[in-house]
């Protein structure tokens, strides 16, 4: 957890709702991000989600 050692901000959800942690990701520029299983799939299943507009690394 060396980021939030640096200051990295903390984002607490309620509760788990795939569409809603989508726009958190994009409103706040997330960069790090943990997730249980269930949570990663529901995040891959959510229409919402669209891979080409995703920022990529390289």
């Known amino acids: 957890m060396p ?4 200051g990295a901000n903390y984002i607490l959800q309620r509760q788990s709702d795939a569409a809603a942690m989508i726009e958190t990701i994009a409103r706040e520029i997330v960069t ?4 249980v299983p269930a949570q ?7 229409p919402q ?4 507009s ?3 690394c390289g």
């Not at 790090?32 to 997730?35: D, E, F, G, P, S």
């Not at 990663?40 to 959510?46: E, V, Y």
């Not at 989600?49 to 080409?52: D, K, S, T, V, Y």
Request: aromatic residues 4%.
């Open 49 to 52: 989600l669209i891979p080409q």
């Open 40 to 46: 990663i799939i529901a995040l891959l299943d959510a």
């Open 54 to 56: 995703s920022p990529r």
């Open 32 to 35: 790090h991000i943990m997730l």
């Open 3 to 6: 980021a939030f050692h640096l």
